[in-house]
């Protein structure tokens, strides 16, 4: 049959996990959760996606969704039995079923407190598996995501193992090892309803007294992956691997990097209506000025294009590397640099923010709030992004920033080691400005190596400028990745 060429065979996958853009995102799991099902349809997959159906997610897409169906199920270890509704709504040929239940998504944010926390994720772990078999959809793989729909794996190899669908292979993706969802054994055996067996030291038993869900999705995975190379290795050290390096060695026979991407029809500067002027790379020179200005207009700072215009859009927690910034940032304020912070999260870093806001009016902005809008006005306006992370599994906010022409200045940590090649002064090769040690000097040294290199070699800066904006950030790379270990599953 020389020379005939035979279709790749299609996969099923069903993704499970705790949020999802538009309907509910709060970092880069959301942004993972859209972005990877829509690669995966465009390479022969057919992907469904269970989300928990939480009171924030917009109207306009829960007044779209068609009633599937409902049962009651058993969860805890005294048989209370809960209502699991599905509700299925359909978009750019990925099928999204969300898991309703009043009492446990009915109120506020997808993330709450761990008390309240916990015994939703362990509720929608299992019920996400009730509803495949209730739907009678038996997928190739169920490719879980993070600590939030870790238990699954465990439940598939355990009280569903006499159900159809103890045929699908698991995958469990770490987006973030720092949130395990650890509480004490007793609650979550209550909570559960798992047999005795699976609370051992190498499955969920952590230290004797408490039971770790990640660990013990991890244990029960078929494949383990992680959105870095350099990430892959760097949780299996003490440093990085947030007291389950050595569990993460034992499994690193199946754990494998894979690099996110970004939507290209999410982040496009040519097409973004929420950009002053769209632009793409054969104008970006021209027309980047006009989006740095209107960007100084919306923020109130002083109206200046020769200004180095740095951004940062985070979390404002310590794994961002916030706490290098506030120790250098006013050695930025030269008269010539403008900052920008965009991001909610720890009080200390607000308020440190808002206070150097009031210090230096007119040169800092600091907008504490979550706001996409304003987001895409930064990545267009900037001429660098900040992402000095004390750690980093992928990073998605240095892609973006390259995508639309901004040059990050990273550390070479996890993905951010693995996307930003550095710049090199005697080959003018490189895409962003970089340092390794966790440490404020070296920090302030990369950005004045920025810093330098925009106002004294504006050519060279303009031509990294078009580099990255040309450098292929695309999910379409990491889908053809995914789906050959996919594959590898379900030889
Ligand atoms: P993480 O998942 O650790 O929060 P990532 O870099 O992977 O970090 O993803 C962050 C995503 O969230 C990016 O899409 C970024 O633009 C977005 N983001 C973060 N903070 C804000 C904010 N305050 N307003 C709007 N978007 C934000």
């Known amino acids: 049959m020389d020379g005939q060429w035979f279709p790749e065979p299609r996969r099923s996958v069903a993704f499970i996990g705790s949020e999802c853009y538009p309907f509910v995102k709060t970092g880069g799991l959301g942004d993972v959760m859209y972005a990877l099902p829509k690669a995966l349809v465009a390479q022969n997959c057919d992907v469904k996606v269970i989300l928990p159906k939480y009171r924030c997610i917009p109207w306009e897409y829960q007044e779209k969704m068609v009633y599937r169906g409902s049962f009651q199920m058993d969860l805890c270890a005294d048989g209370r039995s809960f209502f699991v509704g599905i509700m299925e ?73 006499q159900t159809p669908l103890a045929h699908a292979k698991t995958m469990l993706t770490i987006h973030n090892l720092r949130f395990q969802g650890i509480y004490d054994v007793r609650t979550i055996r209550y909570w559960t309803g798992l047999p005795d067996y699976v609370f051992n030291k190498d499955a969920l038993l952590q230290n004797w007294v408490d039971a770790n869900l990640f660990k013990g999705g991890l244990t029960y995975a078929n494949m383990i992956t992680t959105v870095s190379g350099t990430y892959a290795g760097e949780i299996q050290t003490a440093y990085y691997g947030e007291g389950l390096d050595a569990h993460l060695r034992y499994h690193s026979g199946k754990l494998r990097g894979i690099i996110n991407g970004i939507d290209y029809g999410m982040w496009n500067p040519a097409t973004d209506n929420k950009l002053a002027a769209p632009y793409d790379i054969t104008n970006v020179l021209q027309r980047k000025p006009a989006n740095k200005h209107a960007l100084q207009e919306e923020l109130g700072l002083a109206q200046d294009d020769h200004m180095f215009v740095i951004g940062l859009i985070s979390r404002l927690t310590n794994q961002k590397g916030l706490d290098l910034v506030n120790a250098i940032l006013p050695e930025l304020m030269d008269g010539h640099t ?28 600091s907008s504490i709030m979550y706001d996409e809008g304003r987001a895409h006005r930064i990545y267009a306006g900037a001429d660098a992004l900040l992402v000095p992370s004390q750690f980093e599994p992928c990073g998605l906010t240095q892609l973006i920033a390259m995508h639309y022409g901004t040059i990050p200045i990273v550390r070479e940590t996890g993905g951010l080691k693995d996307t930003v090649e550095p710049f090199n002064t005697i080959t003018g090769w490189g895409n962003g400005f970089t340092f390794d040690h966790y440490d404020a000097g070296l920090l302030l040294d990369a950005i004045n190596r920025a810093k330098t290199h925009y106002f004294t070699n504006r050519w060279c800066w303009d031509e990294m400028v078009q580099r990255d904006m040309d450098k292929d950030v695309s999910w379409e790379n990491s889908a053809i990745q995914y789906r050959a270990l996919y594959m590898e599953l379900t030889q």
């Open 89 to 161: 709504y359909v978009w750019d040929g990925v099928v999204y079923d969300f898991i309703e239940n009043d009492e446990f998504f009915g109120y506020g944010n997808p993330y709450t407190n761990l008390i309240d926390d916990l015994p939703r994720f362990c509720f929608f772990s299992k019920a996400a598996l009730a509803a495949l078999n209730y739907m009678n959809w038996v997928p190739d793989v169920i490719h879980c995501h993070d600590w939030q729909a870790a238990l699954v794996p465990v439940y598939l190899r355990t009280m569903f193992d």
């Open 338 to 365: 403008q900052i920008v912070v965009l991001g909610t999260g720890d009080a200390e870093y607000e308020n440190a923010f808002r206070t150097y806001e009031s210090w230096y009016r007119g040169s800092v902005c």
